[in-house]
Antibody, heavy 126, light 111 residues
Framework: QVQLVESGGGVVQPGRSRRLSCTASGFTFSTYGMHWVRQAPGKGLEWVAVISYDGSKKYYADSVKGRFTISRDSSKNTLYLQMNSLRAEDTAVYYC???????????????????WGQGTLVTVSS | NFMLTQPHSVSESPGKTVTISCTRSSDSIASNYVQWYQQRPGSSPTTVIFEDNQRPSGVPDRFSGSIDSSSNSASLTISGLKTEDEADYYCQSYDSNNQGVFGGGTKLTVL
């Protein structure tokens, strides 16, 4: 069965960096686009970023553009989110999510998140 | 970019039917598929409706989705309400800038 396991969360000071990881299993990771979605405490869901199945295309929410970088290593079945210049408003549970549509044949991500991880909490505080 | 607007909360009694709306602020609701996610406290979201009106396997047919071009909105309808349906529900789509968009979420109370 599909499993997504995030790691790397914790407490980080404002202005510092943190890298999150998401290890995937149960499906052909190299075939699917992948997303990061976050949820601030007591708030709603916010889409953060997407990477295409082959890593060639990346798109970001305006709130993180220029500060966050999404990447993947298909040899390790792992998705990453490098977060720089962190702010208090980046405090959230970060989920990785699998895109529904396989990306082969040039099909773009569908932005339907059919599987989600359990999330990892990032707290930005001094 | 567009916004998806949902009611903050809805409530209904067990056995009844409830509908949650999701209104798109600009461009046609039919431009991009809408998904609906259920999130229970302390859990990750799960899909109840994808591609406007499709149910993933395992989701009961008490859950249905639709879109209405006249109101430029999507709707999630849950019939035969059960206490286990009490959760937060989010609609979601994406825009022409390749950015995902979520509604603000609706808290469903079954009382």
């Amino acid at each position: 069965q599909v499993q997504l396991v995030e790691s790397g969360g914790g407490v980080v000071q404002p202005g510092r960096s943190r890298r999150l990881s998401c290890t995937a299993s149960g499906f052909t990771f190299s075939t699917y686009g992948m997303h990061w979605v976050r949820q601030a405490p007591g708030k709603g869901l916010e889409w953060v970023a997407v990477i295409s199945y082959d890593g060639s295309k990346k798109y970001y929410a305006d709130s993180v553009k220029g500060r966050f970088t999404i990447s993947r290593d298909s040899s390790k079945n792992t998705l990453y989110l490098q977060m720089n210049s962190l702010r208090a408003e980046d405090t959230a549970v970060y989920y990785c999510a699998k895109d529904y549509v396989p990306g082969l044949l040039g099909t773009p991500p569908s932005y339907y998140f059919d599987y989600w991880g359990q999330g990892t909490l990032v707290t930005v505080s001094s | 970019n567009f916004m998806l607007t949902q009611p903050h909360s809805v409530s209904e009694s067990p056995g009844k039917t409830v509908t949650i709306s999701c209104t798109r602020s600009s461009d046609s609701i039919a431009s991009n598929y809408v998904q609906w996610y259920q999130q229970r406290p302390g859990s990750s979201p799960t899909t109840v409706i994808f591609e406007d009106n499709q149910r993933p396997s395992g989701v009961p047919d008490r859950f249905s989705g639709s879109i209405d071009s006249s109101s430029n909105s999507a709707s999630l309808t849950i019939s035969g309400l059960k206490t286990e349906d009490e959760a937060d529900y989010y609609c979601q789509s994406y825009d022409s800038n390749n950015q995902g968009v979520f509604g603000g979420g609706t808290k469903l109370t079954v009382l």
